[in-house]
């Protein structure tokens, strides 16, 4: 099937071609009928035997063998008559892989007849095959994988595993599959301490200047790009799970405004951590206040998916109204004992009661307008619920320590890569890894302007010097403004405004962000937004919004003017419990077809999701949800007030009659007021 | 290639109504040959009249008669037990009664009992622990654990992974990154690292970026060209390779491949299951 070239280089005899199609069907109906009537006789056998060498991929005939094998040494303990018919099958294997070395019956039928233990197996003869094949095609995966499987079954051990895949590397750089097994065996003797690779340090050091051979030869080949990769994971990633901001943070006050009718009865919490993490309950978050009953809170991750672990964690803190008057601060002190560190957090809370007539803006004639916030107070000074990215980690020594190989390992790949640049200008993997080398010494020791100035430039060449791919590095290249805009409190108090009226939230004042026309195609950094209550990310490319789910201050969102193309992708935003203002106008959703979140989000595709009772429900008032499912899924989940979708393909009449029938909340659509 | 040819059904069948040309096939003719593959005694399929019964046809033989919409020819609870009885202890499927384990089966097991409503009969979790266990520190996945990352394995285990809710588990970015470096100067994809571009890993490739939602990481006009430019103009269908032979096989990936990049004229293929969407729209969501 593959290979094959459309001319045929000689001219095949038609009648050559038909003889030998009619001997492989005369062939593969006597093997049937031989399977179905359990013969197994030596010329039955025999005929399989030239079946299979014909075309090893006829997986019954290797059945029948199979059935063979067992059958004519049932009751057999001569162990010449035993060996022979071993020898018999792996000859026949080998016949066939010859004839197609990547046969996956051939292959497992020399496994299995070796898997059935019968005598000892040849190893000799085992590693003479493997030789010659990985000699003829080193990259022939089913060999490596039978290699893996004789290895284990001689009980060689990794070291010597890991010479061979020394061995292959050095006859040629360009072996993936060498490199592969190479990882794979390192990590293996790292992890489970083997004496002679307990000083990791030195041995990835070691793989930094073998894998910089490879580079430096051949710079185009990608084998050693994806290995360097690896060993920069092993070199930045750190080892401990830390928390690294929340809110309310340490320190903070938090206003919390009573509407005259009600109180407000609860909170969020939130925990972002360095890495995903699980185990984060009420056994390691403790909760203490007067007012507050810590045994009924429940910590969820906070993640657009279905794991339990998660790298941002979340919790609603319910305050008792009866212990509590307006006249007290509330002080709460937490502590979260996680992964070997303890981390205390102190914060007050302060109830206020404002003078809005009704919760939810419902009081005010007018809808909730963006434009507006071009007039906001923009803040010339911090207030106090105002936080940025503060490290809360604990630091203790060993990650001090650990902290000045890594450091100076990856300072040390930054001189040669940038020498390497001098060389090599137009080289898309060495500029990539530079800039992915730098991101990694940043996130260790943060290099400000320099760093971001340096790593954005990367991005803008790589832009252009690789144009089919040039998406993957405007999403890179976005992660690292954001680092930037969010990186300290003077380049992010630019972005950010007071905005009071009308006013969604409970908690005052109600601070915006806008990161409006600024070409970001992904979000970033959310750790650093925790406290943000309104979100502009008009005028941008987004197609995801993944990271909003942290955001669970979040009442209004402002996603107008990006390249949103279907429901699914808004799924973080179920996880915002407060968002009452949308603003999804002027996006593309309805204009593709193929949805690319479509296994992304919970529905019943991914077994994530029941629909049964929305469909009938949905079906009881003659609506088909099958066009709709994704957005009756989303806004169900949602109690918007104030929704925008004009300038979609989607928003057709038909459809903003089910927006109207799935948001019973909903006062304003597309600017309309819907009472 | 006759040992094959109830997944060459599938691939010419799909192939068909993904052009909205399903019309041109008599059903119950097709019907009453698939269940001709069956194995009366196991309840599965095999690859044509008399052979041996296995995972792979089991699940070409769902497909076909989820798209003729005729799963009512089958015996469900006998199909399904056949399909759950091949799950091991360690949640990986073997093919078959014969034990060769691999990814490819735990997809076409997820993949089938999920078109069946049956998934419940098998250990999902565990099954979804087995392929985590294949995935390399590359991103991708292997046959077994262990085993290189080959974009085909990365398919099964993406596609079962999201079928199971298990997205997840995946570094999307890494795994990003891994398929995207697939798309080579001739604008086609390979199925790993220095391996020769070919029109089938239109699908593999092309299908894991859309599950995982990195699609835009690759030039999609350039490999719709690279696809185009495979077509036999003469005698029709679709080569791995321009200027190589045509089969099926390849005409169907490349079909798909550029139903997945939205080419007029096209039904929309899902790229989990790799059926049309209506088809699959019908199996969830009708009451």
Redesign the interface.
Known sequence: ???????ATKQEDPAAAAAKSARL?EL?SQL?HF??NRIYTKEAVSVSSKLLEI?P????G??YR?LAFQHNLKEVSDTDTIKSAIEDELRMVEVALRRNPKS?GAW?HRK?VLGQKLVPANFDNEFRLLDMLLKADA?N?HG??YR?YIARLKDVSEEEELKFTMDMINTNF?N??AW??R??LL?NLLRNKVKGFLERENILSDEFELVRQALFTDPS???GW?YH??LLDQTSTPHKPHLVSSWPSDGCNINISSIFREKCERFPIVFCFNQQVDGVNLATVTVNSKAISSEHITWKPL?A???R?SKVWGAFVEIFNEDFDNSQDLSVEISVNLCGSIVHLKFVVKLSCMDHQEKDGGGSEEPFLWDCLEKCQKLGEIPPNFVSYDWLGVRDESVGEDAKWHLDTLSAEIALFKEMLECEEDSKFVKLTLARLLSAHNSIKPGGDSYFEETLKLFDDLIKLD???N??YR?ERSLVLLDQLTSSKDSLVKYCSKCENPSFSYFNPQLCIHFSGLNLTRIGFVERLLWVQILDLSHNNL??ILGLEALQLLVGLNLSHNQITSFT?LEPIKYSKSLKVLDLSFNEIGS???D?????C?S?????YD?TET??EL?RENIQ??DF?EAVLLFKSLQLVQLDMQGNPVANERFRVLVEKVNPCLRWLDGKSLK | MEHLRLSGAYWGLTALDLMHKIGSVKPDDVVTWIMSCQDKDSGGFGGNVGHDPHLLYTLSAVQVLAILDRLDALDVEKVSDYVAGLQNEDGSFSGDIWGEVDTRFSYVAICCLSLLHRLRKINVEKAVDFIVSCKNLDGGFGCIPGGESHSGQIFCSVGALAITGSLHHIDRDLLGWWLCERQCKDGGLNGRPEKLTDVCYSWWVLTSLILIDRVHWIDKDKLSKFILNCQDLEKGGISDRPDNAVDVFHTFFGVAGLSLMEYPGLKTIDPAYALPVDVINRIFFQK
Do not use: C
């Open positions: 099937m593959h290979g094959r070239p459309r001319k069907r593969q049937l399977h179905h075309n991929e006829i997986y019954t290797w059945n199979k996956y497992y299995w990259r995966f490596w994988s893996r360009s993936y599959s592969h097994n990882s794979m990590s080949d990608q084998s994806f990769l690896w993640s998916n279905n794991s672990k144009v089919p791919h998406r993957y999403d197609t995801s992708s593709h077809p193929v690319t979140t479509r296994y992304l919970t019943p595709l991914s077994h994530t629909a469909i009938n079906a949800i099958g499912w």
